[in-house]
């Protein structure tokens, strides 16, 4: 899952660009459930297991996609540092 055998440019960069992303909407959901825990203290409403259910899912995509993404990231940072020759 870390492209570790992959040294190809146009593979690894739309690769990194959907593990960026798809980080980037794991914390928008991380977000949206902090909020919801907010509004429930408010209202004094009390989740069900479904709530805490979806909350250890997030919790485990973010652990997931976070250590790939750094392991890319470490693998493949010649394709990203490589300066391209001027013209």
């Given at each position: 899952?870390?492209?570790?055998h992959?040294?190809?440019?146009?593979?690894?960069?739309?690769?990194?660009?959907?593990?960026?992303?798809?980080?980037?909407?794991?914390?928008?959901?991380?977000?949206?459930?902090?909020?919801?825990?907010?509004?429930?203290?408010?209202?004094?409403?009390?989740?069900?297991?479904?709530?805490?259910?979806?909350?250890?899912?997030?919790?485990?995509?973010?652990?997931?996609?976070?250590?790939?993404?750094?392991?890319?990231?470490?693998?493949?940072?010649?394709i990203?540092?490589?300066?391209?020759?001027?013209?």
């Open positions: 899952m870390t492209l570790k992959v040294s190809h440019p146009e593979i690894i960069i739309p690769y990194m660009l959907f593990f960026i992303l798809a980080f980037i909407f794991e914390l928008f959901l991380a977000g949206l459930f902090i909020f919801s825990i907010h509004l429930f203290h408010i209202y004094g409403y009390a989740p069900g297991g479904q709530y805490y259910i979806t909350a250890t899912i997030l919790a485990a995509m973010i652990m997931i996609t976070v250590p790939l993404l750094i392991a890319t990231l470490k693998g493949h940072k010649n990203f540092l490589k300066k391209k020759p001027r013209s």
